[in-house]
């Protein structure tokens, strides 16, 4: 059967950054009691969200349906993903070859 999916699957990325600033992520997380990823990804967040509302002229509703609906697409391609890849594999196990 199988792992079970798991939906918004986080990622490891690696990336250089200045040490002050590390500091001060390191900083912001010890006093707000979170973990530096926590710290970094919500930044990210926040800074995006802004970059998309101000290169779209959104305001926060529209921005949530936008990254909802985001979200269902992202779902629908990888139920997609997966049925083509279950179809894909019984198309093989069809497929038999003949040696002579």
Do not use: C
Not at 11 to 35: C, H, I, N, Y
């Amino acid at each position: 059967m199988g792992r079970p999916k798991v939906e918004n699957k986080k990622e490891t990325k690696s990336f250089r950054v200045d040490p002050r600033l590390w500091k001060m992520v390191q900083s912001e997380a010890e006093t707000s009691g979170k973990r530096t990823t926590d710290v970094i990804t919500e930044a990210l967040a926040r800074h995006l969200g802004g970059v998309i509302r101000g290169k779209s002229d959104l305001d926060n509703a529209q921005l949530v349906h936008f990254l909802t609906r985001l979200d269902s697409v992202t779902k629908e391609l990888g139920d997609m993903k997966g049925a083509l890849s279950q179809y894909e594999s019984k198309s093989r196990k069809r497929v038999k070859k003949h040696t002579s």
